[in-house]
């Protein structure tokens, strides 16, 4: 499996749980079943801070009760590099995004760009997969962590693939300058108003995620698909 494994997932030291929503989309539809997140991230230093950014999503979405699932794309090849992307982790990559009803992208900023692993792990997601739609109608939301000054040509770029693979981008976004000055030596964020933005669009992700849940089906039934599968419109008929 090409998952990372949290360490303290609970553990929570820059939160401040006097103004938290333990679940912040209760009275917005059906949350008993946990919404599945799947995170990305888009380098592979030791010390990778968009790696360390999704970790901190992730036990903020924990807490909020989403399940997740934290992809590592060491072993992923190139796109095109394997014949008919027969490779492990490209199939364990395709079916975490089948499995997730929201999904969590961060990348640095590389160049004034997203990382090209990052983009690699979106470039190995089909539009169809034998019919099936492995991003369509999953909620989104973007991340980015930058070496220098607060910037936001990653995070964009990230909207305008989001928006590409059919996907419902969340209004907010988290965007970290100087990342190295954020995280503490174990890893963890600091308190910050960087790290209140990212608790913020955990919120939101979990909001629009559940909000979205019972209309998913209705918000992606398209014509030209209907017209391309043969599938009438029994009710028009």
């Known amino acids: 499996m090409r998952l990372r494994v949290l360490s303290e997932p609970d553990h929570l030291p820059a939160l401040d749980r006097r103004f938290v929503q333990a679940r912040p989309a209760a009275s917005l539809g059906e949350d008993t079943s946990p919404p599945r997140?799947?995170?990305l991230y888009g380098s592979l230093r030791a010390r990778s801070f968009s790696r360390l950014a999704v970790e901190e999503a992730a036990r903020l979405l924990r807490f909020f009760g989403a399940e997740t699932r934290i992809?590592?794309?060491?072993?992923?090849?190139?796109p095109?590099?394997?014949?008919?992307?027969d490779h492990p982790a490209v199939h364990e990559l395709r079916a975490l995004s089948l499995?997730?009803?929201?999904?969590?992208?961060?990348?640095?900023e590389r160049h004034g760009q997203v990382s090209g692993i990052l983009k690699a792990q979106i470039d190995h997601l089909p539009l169809e997969i034998g019919g099936i739609r492995p991003t369509q109608g999953r909620t989104l939301a973007v991340m980015q962590v930058s070496g220098g000054s607060q910037s936001f040509n990653a995070v964009n770029t990230l909207r305008l693939l989001g928006r590409w693979m059919r996907m419902v981008t969340i209004p907010n976004q988290s965007s970290i300058p100087r990342a190295y000055e954020e995280f503490d030596e174990a890893g963890r964020m600091r308190p910050s108003a960087y790290y209140e933005r990212m608790?913020?669009?955990m919120e939101e992700l979990i909001r629009f995620t559940v909000l979205l849940r019972p209309h998913t089906a209705a918000l992606t039934d398209r014509y030209s698909e209907r017209k391309s599968a043969g599938v009438p419109n029994i009710a028009a008929m």
Do not use: H, N, T
């Open 99 to 108: 499995w997730s009803e929201g999904q969590v992208w961060c990348s640095p």
């Open 199 to 201: 608790v913020d669009v």
């Open 71 to 78: 992809f590592d794309p060491a072993d992923l090849p190139l």
């Open 37 to 39: 997140i799947l995170l």
């Open 80 to 85: 095109d590099q394997v014949k008919g992307d």
